[in-house]
């Protein structure tokens, strides 16, 4: 029955009030579902755990041998010459890297022309080509000498004695890195804003002060991690030496193998190891390097591994106590 204007309501007959809503704090936010990446993360450990099963089970790769193997004075041996060929080849090449990538970009055009030749014809030929031909270099040219050109000779060599095992490693492996390079640095400074350029030589800077103070510090932070990588396939070209009779790690392991034919396995699990340590390596002064030269380019510097161990532990245990406190 309905009520006439302006007559009250009793309070029974008075609509039920809303009840009060829970506070902010206590409501709890479902996170969004993602059945898809449970799926594929449940997939990826199911293989990851049947291939490290078989790496431990399977006695194919014989772990003892391995061991045996690891800290043999053949194998470290081996390393050392790895690591003498790869620091010599990565300074050479990075030193000729420069030059043609400023030879590039110089204002003379022979220089332009040799610097890209250059880079052409070392990268068109693989490596391995380029070390038989400097290892077979004495049949084209016996002796060398110093003097003044198309006349006398001051000072004779005998190319065969110069030539040794590890002189034609180094060499090889440096020309052919410093193709690469040239490129790594050519790009680097080129990703170099022109303002910089312009802005250096409206303040009167001499070439030489704006090169090494203005440009090559900001190009660094764009050559680094390609040049990184560089070194990281250097180290794994340093194996190609074994065929102009130099034993490094893997000539090593290739000729113990060859003694001992039931060793070939874990052999060149020794070889991959130490591989895989050499380039861990490189990655981790990379991580460092790429550090160091972006301050002033970045807000904040990227957290190392152990701040972010301590960062991910610390919200860890935030969340613990959030959630014993409800």
Do not use: C
Not at 188 to 204: I, K, T, Y
Request: proline content about 7%; aromatic content about 10%; charged content about 15%.
């Amino acid at each position: 029955m309905s009520q006439p204007p302006g007559a009250a309501v009793s309070l029974a007959e008075a609509p039920p009030a809303a009840e009060p809503s829970k506070p902010l704090a206590a409501q709890r936010v479902q996170p969004l579902r993602r059945p898809g990446r449970w799926i594929a993360t449940a997939v990826v450990l199911v293989v990851v755990a049947q291939i490290a099963h078989g790496l431990a089970t399977n006695p194919f790769y014989q772990w003892d041998r391995f061991r045996y193997w690891f800290l043999r004075p053949t194998v470290l041996d081996g390393l050392l010459v790895t690591l003498e060929v790869a620091a010599l080849s990565a300074l050479s090449g990075l030193i000729g890297g420069v030059l043609l990538a400023l030879a590039r970009q110089s204002g003379s055009p022979v220089l332009r022309a040799v610097s890209w030749t250059y880079t052409w014809l070392f990268r068109s030929v693989p490596l391995i080509v380029v070390l038989i031909f400097l290892y077979n270099f004495s049949a084209l040219y016996k002796t060398l000498s110093l003097g003044i050109p198309f006349g006398p000779a001051f000072v004779t060599f005998d190319e065969s004695k110069l030539a040794t095992d590890m002189t034609v490693a180094v060499i090889g492996l440096g020309l052919n890195e410093a193709a690469y390079a040239a490129e790594v640095v050519r790009g680097g400074l080129l990703s170099v804003d022109q303002g910089q350029h312009e802005a250096a030589a409206a303040l009167g800077l001499p070439k030489g002060y704006q090169f090494t103070r203005i440009v090559l510090p900001q190009a660094l932070r764009s050559i680094t991690p390609n040049y990184v990588n560089q070194l990281i396939g250097l180290v794994k070209s340093t194996s190609l030496v074994f065929y102009v009779s130099l034993l490094d790690l893997f000539g090593s392991v290739q000729t113990m193998g060859s003694t001992y034919p039931g060793d070939i396995v874990p052999l060149l699990l020794v070889a991959t190891v130490w591989y895989l340590i050499l380039t861990s390596a490189v990655s981790v002064v990379q991580f460092y390097v790429e550090r160091y030269f972006a301050r002033g380019a970045t807000r904040t510097l990227p957290p190392t591994p152990l701040q972010k161990a301590r960062a991910a532990l610390t919200a860890f245990r935030t969340r613990l106590r959030k959630e014993a406190a409800v």
